[in-house]
């Protein structure tokens, strides 16, 4: 039950599509979040995802007693003539899926990559509150980031800025590692993704013949000093720092604010800026990296505060 006293409160709704759950968060006007749940992602049938999208949204009125505004973050892009392309919903590729979903929930949607909109939710009352530049970067199932300036996210031509994940690992982590050129699920080879993101820890462990199958169980065996756990995560370590001190020459954020599984090791922390220096032309200093305030909210977080601001644009235009 929502109290009365919220019957007048304005109410934001932030939607976060997976692979495999639709995730949706209601936050009140402080950005509090009052309510969340879950249904399965209809992934092979476009018209099925709509109407569980509005199905959620339907709910979400009906529990605030208000229409709420809506934010939808989703793994992919819209491309330069506003159709989406995700690589984990097929369903969803080719379609203008902020007019479809716009017309079926009648009112207006904003629609970001859930990386950006993790990002924006960090620089917004998070761990980069009030940092000018603020880089988040989420490594976990996959590597890419999202920039804000101001507190408001960059928008690119085809919106494809900081998929760096999707960029050649640095030549000279490929040859002091001696590592093959990795066929990435993008098409091309190489890419830092295949090496940096969680799978690409795993095929690590692999590649210097260590036994160990998840990533719980080598940072189990790194805080048992195990000599291969050590040894592996070191030059993870040294791959990741040598990366960030690359994105640090290309972006120099104020912070880099870290989310996904991976940000959960907190060794990572004590050590990345030492190694990141090793990386810099004299004078250059690595901005400090530190893990999300909101963890794995920031995505719904992100996505409500765009749908809020969306709404507030389309008010002030009226
Ligand atoms: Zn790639």
């Known amino acids: ?38 249904l399965p992602t209809p992934q092979d049938d476009y018209q099925a995802l709509l109407s569980t999208i509005a199905q959620m949204v339907v709910e979400a009125d009906k529990k605030s007693n208000i229409k709420g505004t809506v934010g939808i973050g989703f793994p992919g892009y819209l491309d330069n003539q ?30 970001e990559n859930d990386v950006k909109a993790f990002a924006l939710s960090e620089a917004r009352g998070g ?22 300036i101001e507190g408001q996210l960059y928008k690119s031509k085809q919106n494809v800025s900081c998929e760096f994940g999707h960029v050649s690992l640095p030549a000279i982590l490929q040859q002091r590692y001696q590592f093959p050129l990795r066929q990435c699920g993008c098409g091309l080879v190489g890419c830092v993704e295949e090496y940096l993101a969680g799978p690409g820890l795993l095929w690590m462990c692999s590649h210097f013949n260590t036994n160990y199958t998840s990533v719980p169980m080598l940072v189990k065996a790194l805080r048992d000093n195990e000599a291969k756990a050590i040894e592996v995560m070191d ?26 599984g991976l940000s959960n090791i907190a060794e990572i922390y004590s050590r990345l800026p030492q190694v990141m220096q090793k990386y810099f032309f004299n004078g250059v200093i690595a901005p400090p990296v530190v893990a999300a305030m909101f963890g794995d909210s ?12 969306n709404a507030d644009n389309a008010a002030v235009q009226n």
């Open 298 to 309: 920031s995505g719904v977080r992100g996505a409500a505060i765009l749908g809020r601001d």
């Open 235 to 260: 030059i993870y370590i040294d791959c990741l720092g040598c990366y960030f001190a690359q994105l640090t020459l290309m972006y120099d954020p104020d912070i880099i604010v870290l989310g996904g």
């Open 82 to 111: 506003g159709r989406s392309v995700s690589a984990n919903i097929a369903s969803v590729n080719g379609q203008f899926i902020v007019k479809d979903t716009c017309a079926k929930l009648g009112r207006a949607v904003a629609f």
């Open 1 to 38: 039950m929502v109290s009365q006293t919220l019957k007048s409160e304005k109410m934001h709704y932030g939607l976060d599509i997976g692979g495999t759950k639709i995730e949706l968060a209601i936050f009140n006007s402080q950005l509090e979040r009052v309510a969340s749940w879950r």
């Open 127 to 148: 761990a980069a509150q009030s940092k000018d530049n603020a880089l988040g970067v989420v490594v976990g199932t996959g590597f890419a980031g999202g920039l804000c």
